[in-house]
């Protein structure tokens, strides 16, 4: 079979996929995207993944591509065309294709979007989160608006392969004040001594994970310990456990940061327990 794609209207195959060269994704990385979970023939969290995409969208002054109920109906096509049960979807939305320019282009461009799908393992996720993930810390150097889920995702990408050549599958950025803002494609969090959960406010430096959402509900349905506060690197080190959440992993146990092993060296109770009960916690729309 193969794999399907949707770009700018028309359901194409993904080998044959493409945009313009001068489409203002390509070129300013000019763009928005979201990743939805696929799981068990559902789409998780579509609602809250496409009020961020709104977001996003009114935050750079890019237009919805088409409405947001035909955008539903694109990620649903494009998830079962590709026989995808386990996975994501992908959204990007760009400002679209004009000639290149800093300014943005007249009216009359329309944004281009791109949709597609690809399977993974759970159970390849699941022997991951049975072992836990080492992250390396990396200084904080993107610009304030990680609020947006734009494309411009270099920074991001230097700092996850610094990660990989150490040996971590995650980098932790870390502010000016010592402090950690979230991780390269996640959110993080930690369990103190105490046994509380902390996690960085969403107010500023690090982006609202939908995962993150889903998780903050589920521990208020638990009524797990929590502080939504700033935590500094020194305190992970010093953690009985750490994880960080996104759509690719939901709760992804953390047994290492930098050369420190954090707790026992294994994947912590809370975050096993945050990762198993995920997916009671939220809006699952079947394919
Ligand atoms: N990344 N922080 C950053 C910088 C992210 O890129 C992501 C998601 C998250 C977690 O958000 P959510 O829970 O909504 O997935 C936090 C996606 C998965 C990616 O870029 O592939």
Redesign the pocket.
């Known amino acids: 079979m193969s794999r399907i794609a949707y770009v700018n209207g028309q359901y194409v195959r993904h080998a044959d996929a493409a945009v313009h060269i001068e489409d203002r994704g390509y070129q300013f990385a000019d763009g928005v ?3 939805c979970e696929v799981w068990n023939n559902q789409i998780v969290d579509m609602p809250r ?1 496409l009020d ?1 995409l709104g977001r996003s969208l009114s935050e750079l002054s890019i237009d919805w591509p088409m409405s947001r109920a035909a955008v539903e109906f694109v990620l649903r096509q494009v998830v079962r065309r590709n026989k995808v049960h386990n996975g ?1 979807v992908y959204i990007q939305v760009t400002r679209g294709v004009s000639r290149r320019d800093h300014f943005f282009p007249p009216e009359t461009v329309a944004p281009s979007i791109v949709v597609t799908a690809r399977s993974s393992s759970p159970a390849a996720g699941q022997a991951l989160a049975e072992t836990g993930i080492s992250v390396f810390s990396y200084p904080e150097n993107r610009w304030p608006r ?1 609020d947006i ?1 734009s494309i411009a ?1 270099l920074p ?1 990408c230097l700092a996850k392969q610094s990660a990989k050549e150490k040996g971590g599958k995650e980098a932790w950025y870390v502010d000016a004040d010592g402090n950690v803002t ?6 993080a969090w930690i369990v103190t001594k105490e046994g509380v959960l902390v996690t960085r406010p969403a107010e500023n430096g ?8 889903g998780i903050l509900d589920l521990v208020a349905r638990e009524g797990l310990a929590f502080e939504e506060r700033a935590f500094s690197l020194e305190e992970a080190y010093d953690a009985r456990e750490a994880f960080v ?4 992993n939901i709760a992804m146990p953390v047994v290492r940061i930098d050369e420190r092993v954090i707790g026992n060296g294994h994947p912590g109770s809370v975050a096993t327990r945050l990762r198993e009960l995920f997916h009671t916690a939220t809006d699952l729309k079947v394919v």
């Open positions: 995207y979201e990743v993944h961020r994501i990680v889920k995702l991001n979230e991780g390269g494609s996640t959110n690090i982006l609202r994970g939908i995962t993150r959402a959440t996104a759509a690719t």
